[in-house]
């Protein structure tokens, strides 16, 4: 069986589901608000064993019969449990983020991607984080810095430095493309601002599952075209698995910007892919199935 969680019935995981019926792959499709309402669950693990039962509505799946998860799972939401106080919802939450991290962790067959201890979904840095580790395995990264207030970081944008922004004080913190009818309510931030900047350049996305890289490039009209792996330079390569591995992911999908003198840019990681979907469609889905039930490289 192949278990799909996901917060929402997003598209990626309604896709990755519909494309595992159809190579005949027994399947199961949770939200993180089915496993809440309408699941009863028994787990423990031990030294020598690790034991569970999951029932939803009439299924009951136990661990012999799982060959492959996705998680696309962050956290868990205190408003899942509305019928609670704050205070129990905000536990009820942290109790059931540590009880799914303990399930993903110990299952013996393929996660993708394997939980990390701030998220289910796989590992998810911050910026300065990410790029740190990029820049050590050699790649180019754009410059970022952290200013501490919206007055100076409008100061510096509104000076024409290309660049995104996200404001830090924000709890779901989200970067934005400067435009200029944003200086005033910028201005007014009190917050800690971190400025990116935007880095000229042809723009190359690089989705890595498990051992096989599908690389693409956005068209002129918005969706994306795939682009050979023998056209992505070797050390550039070697590097990107190498941070991969490093961020123990299985499934990611990595930005660049080509500039003009040929050098190839860092410029992000997200999870799950976007623009490998639009180029690759289906064949990505099957690649990732495959990946997952450990038919796949």
Same mark, same amino acid.
């Given at each position: 069986?192949?278990? &799909?969680?996901?917060?929402? #019935?997003?598209?990626? !995981?309604?896709?990755? +589901?519909?494309? $595992?019926?159809? +190579?005949?792959?027994? %399947?199961?499709?949770? @939200? =993180? $608000? *089915?496993?809440?309402? =309408? !699941? $009863?669950?028994?787990?423990?693990? !031990? @030294?020598?064993?690790?034991?569970?039962?999951?029932?939803?509505?009439?299924? @009951?799946? *136990?661990? #012999?019969?799982?060959?492959?998860?996705?998680?696309? &799972?962050? %956290?868990? *939401?205190?408003?899942?449990?509305?019928?609670? !106080?704050?205070?129990? $919802?905000?536990?009820?939450? +942290? *109790? %059931?983020?540590?009880?799914?991290?303990?399930? /993903?962790?110990? /299952?013996?067959?393929?996660?993708?991607?394997? #939980?990390?201890?701030? %998220?289910?979904?796989? @590992?998810?840095?911050?910026?300065?984080?990410?790029?740190?580790?990029?820049?050590?395995?050699?790649?180019?990264?754009?410059m970022v810095i952290t200013l501490e207030s919206g007055s100076v970081a409008a100061e510096l944008l509104t000076s024409g430095v290309p660049a995104r922004y996200a404001c830090l004080g924000e709890s779901r913190i989200r970067e934005a493309s400067f435009r200029p009818e944003d200086v005033s309510s910028l201005a007014q931030r009190q917050d800690h601002i971190l400025v990116k900047e935007e880095v000229p350049g042809r723009p190359v996305y690089v989705t890595l599952v498990g051992g096989r890289t599908f690389a693409c490039a956005p068209d002129a009209g918005g969706s994306a075209h795939p682009v050979p792996a023998s056209d992505i330079p070797r050390q550039i390569r070697t590097r990107l698995r190498t941070l991969h591995r490093q961020l123990n992911l299985n499934l990611a999908e990595y930005a660049f910007r080509v500039m003009a003198d040929g050098t190839w840019v860092f410029a992000g990681c997200g999870r799950p892919p976007v623009f490998a979907v639009a180029a690759y469609g289906d064949a990505l889905f099957a690649q990732i199935v495959d990946f997952a039930m450990a038919a796949g490289g």
């Amino acid at each position: 069986m192949f278990l &799909i969680l996901d917060q929402v #019935p997003a598209d990626f !995981s309604l896709r990755l +589901k519909r494309v $595992a019926d159809r +190579k005949g792959v027994e %399947t199961l499709f949770l @939200t =993180s $608000a *089915e496993i809440v309402r =309408s !699941s $009863a669950l028994v787990f423990y693990v !031990s @030294t020598h064993d690790v034991h569970l039962r999951l029932r939803v509505q009439d299924r @009951t799946v *136990e661990l #012999p019969d799982l060959d492959g998860v996705y998680c696309g &799972i962050n %956290t868990f *939401e205190p408003g899942l449990w509305e019928w609670f !106080s704050p205070e129990d $919802a905000e536990y009820a939450a +942290k *109790e %059931t983020q540590a009880l799914w991290l303990a399930i /993903l962790a110990s /299952l013996p067959c393929r996660v993708v991607n394997p #939980p990390a201890l701030d %998220t289910l979904a796989g @590992t998810l840095l911050f910026w300065p984080e990410l790029l740190y580790l990029a820049h050590r395995l050699g790649f180019h990264i754009p410059m970022v810095i952290t200013l501490e207030s919206g007055s100076v970081a409008a100061e510096l944008l509104t000076s024409g430095v290309p660049a995104r922004y996200a404001c830090l004080g924000e709890s779901r913190i989200r970067e934005a493309s400067f435009r200029p009818e944003d200086v005033s309510s910028l201005a007014q931030r009190q917050d800690h601002i971190l400025v990116k900047e935007e880095v000229p350049g042809r723009p190359v996305y690089v989705t890595l599952v498990g051992g096989r890289t599908f690389a693409c490039a956005p068209d002129a009209g918005g969706s994306a075209h795939p682009v050979p792996a023998s056209d992505i330079p070797r050390q550039i390569r070697t590097r990107l698995r190498t941070l991969h591995r490093q961020l123990n992911l299985n499934l990611a999908e990595y930005a660049f910007r080509v500039m003009a003198d040929g050098t190839w840019v860092f410029a992000g990681c997200g999870r799950p892919p976007v623009f490998a979907v639009a180029a690759y469609g289906d064949a990505l889905f099957a690649q990732i199935v495959d990946f997952a039930m450990a038919a796949g490289g």
